[in-house]
C-alpha cells in the first residue's frame, strides 16, 4: 500500500491495535464493490430517495457516485436509475467522488454537518 493513501486510523484507536487496522483495511480495499454498493443501495432507496428532490434526481440521473470511508478502506459506487439506487460498475471514473472518515459519514447521517 502506497503510504501516502494508507488509511488514517480512526480517532480513539489505541496505538498499538493501528498495525492490526491497517492489515484489516488493506483486506477489505481488495474486496468486490458490488455487495456494499448493493446493499447501500437498497438502504438509500427507502430512506434517502423519497426525499430526494427532481432537480437532483436529474443531476444524478446514470452517473456513478462513490463514496470511500478513507479510514476502513470500505469503497462503494452507485448509481441512480429510474428505478432507484444501483450498484455501479467498477471500472472508469466516476462522476463524483466522496472521500471521509467513517465518523464524518456518521455525523452527516446524525445532521451534525
Known sequence: MNPSLEPAVPAGLPAFLAPLHRRVCSAVERLPVLPPSFLLARVLDRVLLPQ???DAREL???RCVELRVTDFGLRVRLQLTPAGFAPAADRGEPALRISATGASYLRLLRGED
Open 60 to 62: 444524478l440521473a446514470r
Open 52 to 54: 430526494l428532490p427532481a
